[in-house]
């Protein structure tokens, strides 16, 4: 819903009146909106969008989200606005202003937003995020929908200085666009930062000696012979149970040993990582035939 100014007659927007009433909400200087429309973030980057100058642009979470990165943003995070100096622009509730300079080339329109580009969104986000294992999530998520390409990054990320610049290269050597979740991507930062153990591989395709399809896990370790799962909420269904539990039979058959970490372990990194270390070494001791194949072009995630 884009937002629109006072009208004294009321057919484009609310009268004074109305504009001062319950049924419509201001979201910024002189704009209203519906006081029904609903605040999800798309809205509110169309809101905060509207006060930009003619060189600024959305930046950050929100440029991104608008290119078709799934999971960011969460309902409370500001906007970023970008305007380049010498202009200035107040803040005000539901935004962030950041004075950067913005190249023309920088800048494209995504739903008639004036919108950074995803490579250097990506960049600042890693950049600005509170630890490296977050900036490897969100960079994960940014590859995943294929918005962008490694190559792209670590060029950019090349070139950059000042805050950040260390986490961005630092992450950009342990990203995989094939994890499919941040919970995924989670799982692998544990696996290879806290439990020191070979990078994986993520949603391949694993067959048995006969060519048949066996499964595809969130991280796989061929060299351990151990494979990980992160279950969310949506594996605590009955039927879903149970399809897992077949699952991990058919690894198992191949000689995979597995380990699943669910949502509250999240909160016990020590216990995560103890029990990856507990599959290794079942691996390890098992004897059990490893009779599993990999799929040579593993095609999508």
């Known amino acids: 819903m884009l937002p629109v100014p006072v009208d004294p007659a009321g057919v484009s927007g609310p009268t004074p009146g109305q504009a001062r009433g319950p049924g419509w909400r201001r979201t910024s200087p002189r704009l209203y909106v519906p006081a029904d429309t609903p605040g999800e973030p798309e809205q509110r980057i169309l ?20 290119h078709g990165v799934a999971y960011v943003a969460a309902q409370d995070l500001p906007v970023p606005l970008l305007v380049p100096p010498p202009r200035r622009m107040r803040e005000l509730p539901g935004g962030v202003v950041r004075r950067e300079e913005l190249a023309p080339h920088e800048v494209v329109r995504r739903h008639g937003v004036p919108c950074v580009e995803p490579v250097r969104a990506a960049v600042d986000e890693a950049a600005r995020a509170t630890d490296l294992r977050a900036a490897i999530v969100q960079l994960d998520m940014v590859l995943a929908a294929g918005v962008t390409t490694p190559s792209a990054l670590a060029s950019y990320a090349a070139r950059s200085r000042g805050r950040g610049a260390w986490q961005v290269r630092t992450a950009l050597l342990l990203v995989d666009g094939r994890s499919l979740s941040p ?9 290879v930062l806290d439990a020191q153990l070979p990078p994986p591989l993520c949603n391949w395709p694993v067959h048995d000696a006969a060519g048949r399809y066996v499964g595809k896990a969130d991280l796989l370790c061929p060299p351990l012979a151990t494979r990980g799962e992160y279950d969310g909420a949506e594996h605590r269904r009955a039927d879903r149970r149970s399809n897992d539990l077949d699952r991990d039979d058919r690894f198992a058959a191949v000689g995979l040993e597995s380990f699943t970490v669910v949502g509250r372990d999240r909160h016990d990194l020590g216990k995560v990582v103890a029990r990856m270390h507990a599959a290794v070494e079942r691996a390890r001791v098992s004897g059990r035939p490893r009779t599993w194949r990999l799929a040579v072009d593993p095609g999508p995630p």
């Open 183 to 191: 919970a995924e991507s989670w799982l692998r930062t544990v696996w």
């Open 47 to 66: 809101e905060q969008a509207q006060r930009l100058p003619p060189e600024g642009a959305v930046g950050g979470w929100a440029s991104l989200r608008l």
